[in-house]
C-alpha cells in the first residue's frame, strides 16, 4: 500500500490506476498476485516483496524441515536419497494459487502437512519416467474455482510420499435429556 500510494503521490499512477492496484491488493489471495502490482514501479532491489522463483531442498541421508512462516514458490523442487522431507505447510505463505511440488524420492520419504482449506494432490510416478522431465499435467479431482491447490507430482524409487490434511470440523451433537 505504502509503494502505491507512492505512486501515485510521485504521478507515475493516476488515481484510477491506484485505485484498481490497491482494490487487487485486497482481493489478493497470494503473495504471486500482490507482487505482480508492484513490479513496474520499482526496481526488483526496492520492491517490497521479493520472491526467490528457484529454491530447492535436498535431503541426503539426513532429515530437512520446512516449517514456520515461509514463502513456497509456485514450483518446488525437492530431491531426497536416503533420508525424509517434512513440508510443513500449515503457516506457509502460498506464492501461487496452484503450486507444484516436484519431487525425487530415492529411498526416501516426503511428509507434507497441508493446511485447512487447500486441496492436495499427489502423483507418484515409478519406473522409466527420468528425473528432470516434467510428467505434464495429471488428470485429478476438480479443484473448485478460487481455493489453493497444492499438485505433488513425485519420481519414487523405495521411496514414499505421505500428506497429512487436518480432519474436517467436528459438529457437535447437543443431546436432550
Known amino acids: 500500500m505504502a509503494v502505491l500510494g507512492e505512486a501515485a503521490g510521485d504521478g507515475r499512477l493516476t488515481l484510477e490506476e491506484h485505485r484498481e492496484r490497491v482494490a487487487g491488493a485486497y482481493r489478493a489471495r497470494t503473495l504471486g498476485e500482490l507482487a505482480a502490482l508492484t513490479r513496474d514501479l520499482a526496481p526488483a532491489s526496492a520492491q517490497p516483496l521479493r520472491l526467490d522463483p528457484d529454491?530447492?531442498?535436498?535431503?541426503?541421508?539426513?532429515?530437512?524441515?520446512?516449517?514456520?512462516?515461509?514463502?513456497?514458490?509456485?514450483?518446488?523442487?525437492?530431491?531426497?536419497v536416503g533420508g525424509h522431507v517434512i513440508l510443513d505447510l500449515r503457516e506457509a505463505i502460498l506464492r501461487e494459487a496452484h503450486t507444484i511440488v516436484q519431487a525425487t524420492l530415492v529411498g526416501a520419504q516426503l511428509h507434507v502437512l497441508a493446511p485447512a482449506g487447500v486441496t492436495v494432490t499427489s502423483v507418484p510416478t515409478r519406473g522409466t519416467w527420468r528425473a528432470g522431465l516434467d510428467p505434464g499435467p495429471q488428470a485429478g479431482p476438480a479443484v473448485p474455482p478460487g481455493v489453493p491447490h497444492i499438485d505433488i507430482r513425485a519420481f519414487t524409487a523405495a521411496g514414499r510420499v505421505r500428506v497429512h490434511v487436518p480432519p474436517p470440523a467436528r459438529r457437535r451433537r447437543w443431546i436432550r435429556r
Not at 55 to 76: D, K, M
Open 55 to 80: 529454491r530447492s531442498i535436498a535431503a541426503f541421508f539426513t532429515t530437512v524441515r520446512r516449517e514456520g512462516r515461509w514463502v513456497v514458490p509456485g514450483r518446488l523442487t525437492v530431491t531426497a
